[in-house]
């Protein structure tokens, strides 16, 4: 018992012409049109491919003579295309974008300003002001409790923190 036709094989099958009418060779696809004659199940197979094949060949033709260039051009059935509704927004709001963009420019450009050399009198109080600071800082780190973590100089009484614990 032979084995069946595969897919690529009955698609072998389908390009080559006369294919149930040539006989047995000693070619692989004499052989396998030889069992296409023989075997019913093979047959029905390779008959259901070429129809449906054949009936999409139709329905391709059928539809491509439908829509032909002559009528997609037709200005009874064609609307223009540029002027469609989305395109024509999309064209309003990138020139009114231009717009707003080429206006802005000069609200938006501010004029560099080169600084001036600095006189010798203004980086002399300068440095004598960083000094200062410098100081300052130097005295505030030397000292061993900041001011505000040192104790008080009046102890509380006991008195005080009764009452302020009974209210």
């Known amino acids: 018992m032979n084995a069946h036709l595969t897919e690529s094989q009955l698609f072998a099958l389908l390009g080559s012409p006369g294919t149930l009418s040539q006989s047995a060779s000693s070619s692989p696809a004499g052989s396998d049109a030889a069992h296409l004659a023989n075997c019913a199940l093979c047959s029905a197979e390779f008959t259901v491919l070429r129809d449906s094949l054949s009936n999409f060949r139709v329905a391709a033709t059928n539809l491509s003579a439908l829509y032909t260039p002559t009528r997609l051009l ?32 000069n609200l938006l450009h501010k004029p560099v300003v080169h600084p001036t050399p600095a006189t010798q009198a203004e980086t002399a109080t300068a440095l004598e002001s ?24 009046v102890p509380a009484t006991t008195e005080t923190t009764s009452a302020t614990r009974n209210k």
Do not use: H, K, Y
Request: proline share 9%.
């Open 74 to 105: 037709d200005p009874a059935t064609a609307r223009p295309r540029f002027f469609t509704v989305p395109r024509a927004a999309w064209a309003t709001g990138l020139v009114a974008a231009m717009a707003l963009c080429t206006a802005s420019i």
């Open 130 to 153: 960083d000094d200062a600071l410098l100081e300052g800082i130097n005295s505030d780190l030397s000292t061993s409790v900041a001011p505000s973590l040192q104790p008080l100089d």
